[in-house]
């Protein structure tokens, strides 16, 4: 408990660090203790010269060149994430692209609609169980192709967005309404119920509709009904869909968290085809209860027709069923309704995530990445279980405050190709000039460039240096005309765009990237607070170990010396017991 509450109180006097781009930087490697604890902060970060935010300063414990070489898609998000949004990083850590004029995001990831790729997420607002929002497809440029909502008098939710090969999308969808709670003893209950829509993204028809009351009984739910369902307010959910996917014949495969069961249901009617885990289990466990014994689960998703994968997080509020959460891949053969697991992917730490997580099976390599959801981190396995790379972009061991969490991390090939053009920061005092250029996947080196004019047609050509990192700093020659600006280009020199022309003489500064709303840092009054109960609880613990313990000790101790002392009618002495009498 010490080094908790110490490792708290500092995280608290120090919300975030922040670092340099510019100066180069490092994974926290040699200090991973220090960073998981947080000590330098709930959510690490790395600051641009260029940018007006600042992106994930990684913990990369483990790295191996047999890792899938896509790129990183997620959404950090928390109480030190001041200014959420989707974002991606290289494999290094590095970031390649962010925006937060949206604000918070959830299940970024690339998806194809009609032969192109987009970018897709979630947009809204959070109540901590379900999401009240939209869906945004951005294409190649990061630009909005279209934005998305359900049918109907319906918000989205943030679970799961997930667009079908024939050009159709899977939305989950969470409804308050009155239901029977008649079997807890409620009167006119409320419940919150699962639904999901089939709409077609063309043209906004919707193709199906399913809801969970329709075809689950409230009390099957395995979630403890607390002081819920008597109002509106604190309406009960008792399915929980988190994610859909849909396998060749167009039946959807469900996961409802809260009855702990993945569910086959019809595309015909809705019915139930079969269930997997859970109280209604239909299948026989070739793996001793590993395949169907898995609990508040998150993304259930098709592998193959045979295969499916899972997030079985383990773990539920308080209540743990297993002692860390995993991935799993589980082989179903439906005709003769058996299940055997084929592989489980557990955390090097053995984290133990009581909400969100996510696995995907990366098809160009087979190895499989498991984002592990509340605790801030993600691990990319090879297919037969071994950890290749592992890298924590928070403070792990301080996942329970949820200052820093992940809802799903995935990675994709993709090819970023903004409108915009890189941007230049000039430091005079420095001698030197930052580039970047937000989204941008084809730049593989800058050249630096002047001319005696901002709006001259020739500039002349300076050094040339690699592009390794998000930003890159160059120091500006003496020989360099008052007008520097920098050009992106490939290995081949092919010129993609060139920065706005500025004068080396003048300092410029780049204006903080829109959002929506910039969180604060923890309040003062919640750090002294926490500060003094943190103090006591460590001089308590102290006490208890150097002085209390100890008088036991001696209590025990001198009663044996004062036993044996008067059975051989003697007087007590103060003196050692013989060594065999010692514990």
């Given at each position: 408990m010490g080094a908790a509450t110490w490792a708290s109180l500092l995280l608290l006097l120090q919300p975030s660090t922040s670092r340099a781009a510019g100066a180069g930087y490092a994974p926290y490697a040699d200090n991973s203790l220090l960073y998981d604890w947080g000590v330098y902060g709930a959510y690490p970060q790395v600051h641009y010269e260029s940018l007006g935010a600042s992106s994930p300063w990684p913990n990369v414990l483990r790295s191996d060149p047999k890792c899938d070489d896509g790129l990183l898609f997620m959404a950090p998000r928390g109480r030190s994430v001041q200014t959420p949004g989707p974002m991606i990083?290289?494999?290094?850590?590095?970031?390649?692209?962010?925006?937060?004029?949206?604000?918070?995001?959830?299940?970024?990831?690339?998806?194809?609609?009609?032969?192109?790729?987009?970018?897709?997420?979630?947009?809204?607002t959070d109540n901590g169980t379900y999401g009240m929002g939209y869906y945004l497809m951005l294409d190649s440029s990061y630009e909005v192709f279209k934005k998305i909502v359900p049918v109907g008098d319906f918000t989205g939710d943030l679970h799961e967005f997930r667009i079908t090969d024939h050009g159709t999308a899977l939305m989950t969808i969470y409804e308050k309404r009155r239901g029977d709670l008649s079997a807890y003893d409620i009167d006119d209950g409320w419940l919150v119920d699962s639904l999901f829509q089939e709409v077609d993204i063309a043209t906004g028809e919707l193709l199906f509709q399913w809801r969970a009351s329709d075809h689950f009984a409230v009390a099957a739910s395995r979630a403890p009904i607390g002081k819920f369902g008597r109002k509106e307010p604190t309406a009960f959910d008792f399915f929980h869909i988190n994610s859909i996917d849909q396998d060749a014949m167009g039946n959807y495969l469900v996961s409802s968290r809260y009855m702990c069961a993945v569910v086959c249901l019809d595309a015909r009617n809705g019915q139930v085809l079969w269930q997997l885990g859970g109280a209604a289990n239909n299948f026989t466990d070739l793996s001793d209860g590993a395949a169907t014994s898995f609990s508040w689960q998150h993304h259930a998703s098709w592998v193959d027709e045979s295969t499916i994968s899972v997030f079985d997080n383990g773990a539920y509020d308080r209540l743990r069923t297993s002692k860390h959460s995993s991935g799993l891949v589980i082989a179903l053969d439906i005709?003769?309704?058996?299940?055997?697991?084929?592989?489980?992917?557990?955390?090097?730490?053995?984290?133990?995530?009581?909400?969100?997580?996510?696995?995907?099976?990366?098809?160009?390599?087979?190895?499989?990445?498991?984002?592990?959801?509340?605790?801030?981190?993600?691990?990319?396995?090879?297919?037969?279980?071994?950890?290749?790379?592992?890298?924590?972009?928070?403070?792990?061991?301080?996942?329970?405050?949820?200052?820093?969490?992940?809802?799903?991390?995935?990675?994709?090939?993709?090819?970023?190709?903004?409108?915009?053009?890189?941007?230049?920061?000039?430091?005079?005092?420095?001698?030197?000039?930052?580039?970047?250029?937000?989204?941008?996947?084809?730049?593989?080196?800058?050249?630096?460039?002047?001319?005696?004019?901002?709006?001259?047609?020739?500039?002349?050509?300076?050094?040339?240096?690699?592009?390794?990192?998000?930003?890159?700093?160059?120091?500006?020659?003496?020989?360099?005309?008052?007008?520097?600006?920098?050009?992106?280009?490939?290995?081949?020199?092919?010129?993609?765009?060139?920065?706005?022309?500025?004068?080396?003489?003048?300092?410029?500064?780049?204006?903080?990237?829109?959002?929506?709303?910039?969180?604060?840092?923890?309040?003062?009054?919640?750090?002294?607070?926490?500060?003094?109960?943190?103090?006591?609880?460590?001089?308590?613990?102290?006490?208890?170990?150097?002085?209390?313990?100890?008088?036991?000790?001696?209590?025990?101790?001198?009663?044996?010396?004062?036993?044996?002392?008067?059975?051989?009618?003697?007087?007590?002495?103060?003196?050692?017991?013989?060594?065999?009498?010692?514990?």
């Open positions: 990083l290289d494999q290094q850590g590095n970031l390649v692209w962010m925006n937060t004029e949206w604000g918070q995001a959830m299940d970024v990831k690339v998806q194809s609609y009609q032969g192109e790729d987009y970018i897709t997420f979630w947009h809204g005709a003769n309704q058996t299940a055997e697991l084929k592989q489980s992917y557990v955390s090097p730490q053995k984290f133990s995530v009581g909400s969100q997580g996510s696995v995907q099976t990366l098809r160009k390599s087979g190895n499989v990445l498991v984002g592990w959801g509340h605790t801030p981190a993600f691990t990319e396995f090879s297919s037969t279980g071994k950890a290749l790379c592992d890298v924590h972009i928070g403070a792990v061991h301080l996942a329970r405050f949820g200052w820093c969490n992940n809802y799903r991390t995935f990675k994709y090939p993709w090819v970023g190709k903004p409108k915009t053009r890189p941007t230049v920061v000039v430091k005079p005092k420095e001698g030197a000039l930052y580039v970047s250029w937000n989204g941008a996947t084809q730049v593989d080196q800058w050249r630096l460039q002047s001319s005696t004019e901002p709006g001259g047609k020739r500039f002349a050509d300076h050094k040339v240096i690699m592009k390794e990192s998000f930003e890159t700093r160059f120091e500006i020659p003496k020989e360099a005309a008052e007008y520097v600006r920098v050009a992106a280009m490939d290995l081949d020199g092919t010129v993609f765009a060139t920065s706005m022309p500025v004068s080396r003489y003048f300092a410029t500064e780049i204006p903080l990237m829109k959002a929506p709303s910039r969180g604060s840092p923890i309040s003062i009054s919640f750090v002294v607070e926490f500060s003094i109960l943190a103090l006591l609880a460590i001089v308590g613990t102290w006490y208890f170990r150097s002085v209390v313990r100890q008088r036991l000790t001696h209590g025990v101790d001198w009663v044996q010396r004062h036993r044996r002392a008067m059975a051989y009618g003697g007087e007590t002495k103060y003196e050692a017991l013989p060594l065999q009498d010692q514990r």
